[in-house]
Each structure stands twice: as structure tokens, then as C-alpha cells.
């Protein structure tokens, strides 16, 4: 019984530490930090010195956002003449290239083959003749100072990456998945915004993120999360990533449930892959602080903590049985009122209501639950591609 003790506790802690107890350690290093160090602040070029930057964006058949993006293109704050626009369009078979040749100032890269975003990356970072490129997708819509919030970020010479902030627009109607997709991003930015102070950004999200051009590497072209292995390769090589909050991008969250899935399977599928692609990064004797906050803040997630979460259950419940106390007993109730509240926010998704109360345990089970549809993504995926299929958004 005492083994089943010692594996109950160390399940315990790491489902604890991954979603609570990273951030408390967190947030005390950066507080601890703080009062030992200045933060140093950068400031934006004078008006004659903005560099050219390229905005590259990735679009699969986008035709029913394109004219919307383009819009807030043209709402972008950024000196006339410097800031170029480029599509690649690979695959796309609507009217995304017809819709987009009505801009001239537009660059289209295309290919009739789908290969995936990482493909169609790996293609047009070539064409890409400005030292910095930022990336954005077709359906986002970008605050107007993001590209100079951007540029400023990396007036810091350690600075290789810049990750721009991610908000899900909530709106009264939505459902579990679109409301749980905001709250988790809430916390996650908080995440990110100490990891930066604390060293770096572990990661950047497509919907808006930048790199220096020079330090771009190609890519496999079976890897699901091009946008995190792609700003990771560069903390490898010695640069940081710089969580910038001011530059946003917005979108609507997934329409239901069921689309949620297709992303958090593919997510998940991606965290596994990155985990062996830079496992060389976990060498705390080589990469030190970035060792630690990428174990703790990406790796964990996906990887042993889902299967500790499943395992308390008939853990707990043998210990509640066969040791009781009041300590087993109390965790086997709030245990067991996680999963009832989880089950009832899953019932109001199909009956077009939402409750906090439930679609919070409900979102934080589904997203666990979907390492193990990612982990089955991956056994059954064809090699050589990154395509995957879109979720529809709300």
C-alpha cells in the first residue's frame, strides 16, 4: 500500500505543479528577480530608422476572410513603403489568389500542391528580403501598433523572436469551446509575460509572432507545430523570445466542441513530436534556465501529466477505500465533483448553454483527454506532410 501511497502523491504533484504550481514558482522567481535587477526597456527607432519588414501569411482556402484581413492590413500603424505584404497560398482551390490580385501591393506565392503550412513556410522565407519577417494568419486581425510594439522588441540585439500576444474574442452566444479557449489563453499570457521576464518566452503562437529572417531554419515537413519548433530552434541558438502583450492578435474561438478537437488533437499531437525534436534542449548542464522552463511549462503538459491525472482516480479511490482518512476521503470528493461538474458542462455544450461553473472543469478535461487522441493522430499520420484539416471558428 505504501507504493501505491508514494505514486499517488508523485501523480499528485505533477498534475499540481503543471497547471498550478509553474505558475506560483513563476511568478516568485520573476518578483525575486525584479528586486535584484532593472528591467530594461527598448526603445523604438527614431522616425527615420523603422526597418522594411515583410508580413507573411499562410492561407489555405481563406477566401471568406480575405478582404477582412486585408482591411486590418491597411490599419496597420508602420512608415509608408516599409512594410511588405506576401501570401502563400499552396493548395488553396477557392477564390483566396483571385480575391488577393486585387491588391497589387500584394505578394502571392503559390503552389496547386498542399503540402501543409510547414512546406509553404519552408518555400517562402527565400522570397523574403527584409531583416525582419513576422508571421500572422489569415483569419486574425491585429491591433494598429502591433508592428512597431514588434519592432521595438527587438531594438534588444538577444532578442531573435518576438511573440505577440493571443485573444479569443468571447461573445455571449459562444460555447464551451470558444469560453474555455479564452480562459485558457488568459492564463497562459500570464505564463508567457513572466516567462519573458524570467529569461524567455517558451514558444511563440502563429496567430502573431516575428524573427529575425537570418535565423530562420527550414523545417521537416511533417511537423504540426511549425510556429513552435521554428521560435524554440532560435532560443537554441542562444537569442531569446520576447513576449510582447502590446501586439495582439484576435480571433473567434472554435464553433463547438467537436471542431475544438481537430485543434487540440493536432496540438497535442505537435507537443509530442517537439519533444523529441528538442529533447536536446532538457540538458539543464548546456541550456540551464531554458531546460527548466520548457519542462515545466510545455513538456509536462504534454506529455506525463494527462496520464497522472487518469491515474489519481483509481488511485485515490483504492487508497480511500483500503486507508481512509480524512485526507484521501476529501480528495476522492473534490475529485469526483470535478468530474460530475466536467460531465454537466459537457451536457449544456449539446444543449447550447454555458455555465462557468461547468465548462471550465469541462475545456480543462477535454484538453487533457486529446493528448491521447494525439498520440493515435500520430501513429496513424502519413510522413512527409503538416496538412491538417481547419476548425471552423464561432
Not at 503550412?117 to 513576422?134: D, E, G, H, Q, S
Not at 520576447?242 to 502590446?246: G, L, P, Q, S
Not at 454537466?344 to 454555458?354: A, I, P, V
Given at each position: 500500500m505504501k507504493?501505491?501511497?508514494?505514486?499517488?502523491?508523485?501523480?499528485?504533484?505533477?498534475?499540481?505543479?503543471?497547471?498550478?504550481?509553474?505558475?506560483i514558482v513563476?511568478?516568485?522567481?520573476?518578483?525575486?528577480?525584479?528586486?535584484?535587477?532593472?528591467?530594461?526597456?527598448?526603445s523604438?527607432?527614431?522616425?527615420?530608422?523603422?526597418?522594411?519588414?515583410?508580413?507573411?501569411?499562410?492561407?489555405?482556402?481563406e477566401?471568406d476572410?480575405?478582404?477582412e484581413?486585408?482591411?486590418?492590413?491597411?490599419?496597420?500603424?508602420y512608415?509608408?513603403?516599409?512594410?511588405?505584404?506576401?501570401?502563400?497560398?499552396?493548395?488553396?482551390?477557392?477564390?483566396?489568389?483571385?480575391?488577393l490580385?486585387?491588391?497589387?501591393?500584394?505578394?502571392?506565392?503559390?503552389?496547386?500542391?498542399?503540402?501543409g503550412?510547414?512546406?509553404?513556410?519552408?518555400?517562402?522565407?527565400?522570397?523574403?528580403?527584409?531583416?525582419?519577417?513576422?508571421f500572422?494568419?489569415?483569419?486574425?486581425?491585429?491591433?494598429?501598433?502591433?508592428?512597431?510594439?514588434?519592432?521595438?522588441?527587438f531594438?534588444?540585439?538577444?532578442?531573435?523572436?518576438?511573440?505577440?500576444?493571443?485573444r479569443?474574442?468571447v461573445?455571449?452566444k459562444?460555447?464551451?469551446?470558444?469560453?474555455g479557449?479564452?480562459?485558457?489563453?488568459?492564463?497562459?499570457?500570464?505564463?508567457?509575460?513572466?516567462?519573458s521576464?524570467?529569461y524567455?518566452?517558451?514558444?511563440?503562437a502563429?496567430?502573431?509572432?516575428?524573427?529575425r529572417?537570418?535565423?530562420?531554419?527550414?523545417?521537416d515537413?511533417?511537423m504540426?507545430?511549425d510556429?513552435f519548433?521554428?521560435?524554440m530552434?532560435?532560443?537554441?541558438?542562444?537569442?531569446?523570445i520576447?513576449?510582447?502583450?502590446?501586439a495582439?492578435?484576435?480571433e473567434?474561438?472554435?464553433?463547438?466542441?467537436?471542431?475544438?478537437?481537430?485543434?487540440?488533437?493536432?496540438?497535442a499531437?505537435?507537443?509530442l513530436?517537439?519533444i523529441?525534436?528538442l529533447k536536446?534542449?532538457?540538458?539543464?548542464?548546456?541550456?540551464?534556465?531554458?531546460?527548466?522552463?520548457?519542462?515545466?511549462h510545455?513538456?509536462?503538459r504534454?506529455?506525463?501529466?494527462?496520464?497522472?491525472?487518469?491515474?489519481?482516480?483509481?488511485?485515490?479511490?483504492?487508497?480511500?477505500?483500503?486507508?481512509?482518512?480524512?485526507?484521501?476521503?476529501?480528495?476522492?470528493?473534490?475529485?469526483?465533483?470535478?468530474?460530475?461538474?466536467?460531465t454537466?458542462?459537457?451536457?449544456?455544450?449539446?444543449?447550447?448553454?454555458?455555465n462557468?461553473?461547468?465548462?471550465?472543469?469541462c475545456?480543462?478535461?477535454?484538453?487533457?483527454?486529446?493528448?491521447?487522441?494525439g498520440?493515435?493522430?500520430?501513429i496513424k499520420?502519413?510522413?512527409?506532410?503538416?496538412?491538417?484539416?481547419?476548425?471552423?471558428?464561432?
Open positions: 507504493s501505491i501511497e508514494t505514486i499517488f502523491w508523485i501523480c499528485f504533484g505533477i498534475v499540481f505543479y503543471t497547471y498550478l504550481g509553474y505558475g513563476l511568478y516568485i522567481l520573476v518578483r525575486i528577480k525584479r528586486i535584484f535587477s532593472k528591467e530594461i526597456k527598448t523604438p527607432p527614431t522616425e527615420n530608422e523603422w526597418p522594411d519588414v515583410t508580413l507573411l501569411i499562410c492561407a489555405y482556402n477566401e476572410v480575405i478582404r484581413k486585408m482591411q486590418n492590413n491597411r490599419l496597420l500603424d512608415p509608408s513603403g516599409k512594410l511588405h505584404i506576401v501570401f502563400a497560398t499552396d493548395g488553396s482551390n477557392d477564390r483566396t489568389n483571385d480575391l490580385k486585387e491588391y497589387p501591393d500584394v505578394t502571392i506565392l503559390f503552389k496547386p500542391e498542399r503540402k503550412k510547414t512546406a509553404a513556410l519552408n518555400r517562402a522565407i527565400p522570397f523574403v528580403k527584409t531583416p525582419l519577417v513576422i500572422t494568419d489569415a483569419n486574425t486581425q491585429l491591433n494598429s501598433q502591433s508592428i512597431k510594439e514588434i519592432v521595438t522588441c531594438q534588444n540585439p538577444k532578442v531573435g523572436c518576438v511573440a505577440g500576444e493571443k479569443i474574442i461573445r455571449t459562444d460555447g464551451i469551446a470558444a469560453g479557449e479564452g480562459v485558457y489563453w488568459k492564463y497562459e499570457s500570464s505564463l508567457k509575460k513572466w516567462d521576464e524570467l524567455s518566452a517558451m514558444g511563440a502563429g496567430e502573431l509572432f516575428a524573427i529572417t537570418e535565423l530562420f531554419e527550414p523545417m515537413l511533417n504540426l507545430l510556429d519548433i521554428m521560435s530552434l532560435i532560443v537554441k541558438r542562444g537569442y531569446k520576447a513576449y510582447c502583450k502590446e495582439y492578435a484576435c473567434t474561438g472554435s464553433a463547438e466542441l467537436a471542431e475544438e478537437k481537430k485543434r487540440k488533437v493536432r496540438i499531437a505537435g507537443g513530436q517537439s523529441w525534436k536536446t534542449l532538457l540538458n539543464p548542464f548546456k541550456y540551464g534556465i531554458v531546460s527548466f522552463q520548457l519542462f515545466s510545455r513538456f509536462l504534454w506529455s506525463i501529466t494527462p496520464f497522472c491525472l487518469l491515474a489519481l482516480i483509481p488511485l485515490n479511490l483504492i487508497l480511500t477505500l483500503e486507508v481512509g482518512g480524512i485526507v484521501y476521503l476529501t480528495l476522492w470528493t473534490l475529485q469526483t465533483l470535478f468530474y460530475v461538474l466536467a454537466l458542462g459537457y451536457s449544456d455544450e449539446q444543449k447550447g448553454k454555458k462557468k461553473l461547468t465548462f471550465i472543469p475545456y480543462f478535461l477535454f484538453m487533457n483527454l486529446n493528448v491521447f487522441g498520440i493515435k493522430y500520430l499520420k502519413k510522413k512527409g506532410t503538416g496538412a491538417w484539416e481547419k476548425a471552423k471558428r464561432a
